[in-house]
């Protein structure tokens, strides 16, 4: 598989770049991509910089792998309780603002790794650039998907005001604007789909 803009480079992960990796997301998601250098990914990692550069080659790489590995995480995350979901498209429309809930407690308290990694990499020549975008680019085909069944007259409208409600919610989530937010627009999305 060759390097594309949906597709970047990806490194095979040795035990010490698995444990850089691990790090460095730590670091990036709690602080912050532009304030962790990588002098603080490997003292945390107890690697050297050396080792960090002789894997991955750049700290673009490392940001590309953390925000590759979350987008796979969550795409799996989804995966299964959609498979658990019966097939009826606003049950299936909940789920994802039921996963998206479980997924922003246990793993994203901060909000949503992509908005937030795309608040410091606007810039669509960075290599991540294109895990940020193809992430929110897929959430939007997996409602438009749904919208085909549930509104096959306006699925494009019903597809974005899913996706506004859905995004707003993680941000609102992050920055902590007011209780449940994930809940309150599932709660609304459920009026829309009704």
């Known amino acids: 598989m060759g390097t594309t803009a949906e597709n970047p480079r990806r490194i095979t992960l040795t035990p010490a770049a698995r444990r850089a990796l691990e790090a460095a997301a730590r670091l990036f998601y709690e602080r912050g991509i532009h304030a962790v250098g990588v002098d603080l990914i490997a003292a945390e990692a107890g690697v050297t910089k050396k080792t960090l550069y002789d894997r991955f080659g750049s700290k673009e790489q490392i940001v590309v792998e953390y925000l590759a590995g979350r987008d796979e995480r969550w795409r799996a995350f989804l995966g299964e309780r959609l498979d658990a979901a019966g097939p009826d498209p606003r049950e299936r429309v909940l789920t994802v603002f039921d996963a998206s809930r479980a997924w922003a407690r246990d793993n994203s308290p901060k909000g949503c790794s992509m908005v937030n990694a795309h608040a410091e990499i606007s810039d669509p020549a960075h290599p991540a650039h294109p895990i940020i975008t193809g992430q929110k680019q897929w959430m939007l085909a997996l409602f438009a998907g749904f919208a085909a069944d549930i ?12 996706m506004l409600l859905h995004e707003g919610a993680l941000v609102a989530h992050g920055l902590g604007i007011f209780p449940d937010a994930i809940e309150h627009a599932r709660e609304q999305a459920r009026a829309l789909l009704a």
């Open 151 to 162: 509104a096959p007259d306006e699925p494009v409208s019903l597809a974005r005001a899913l």
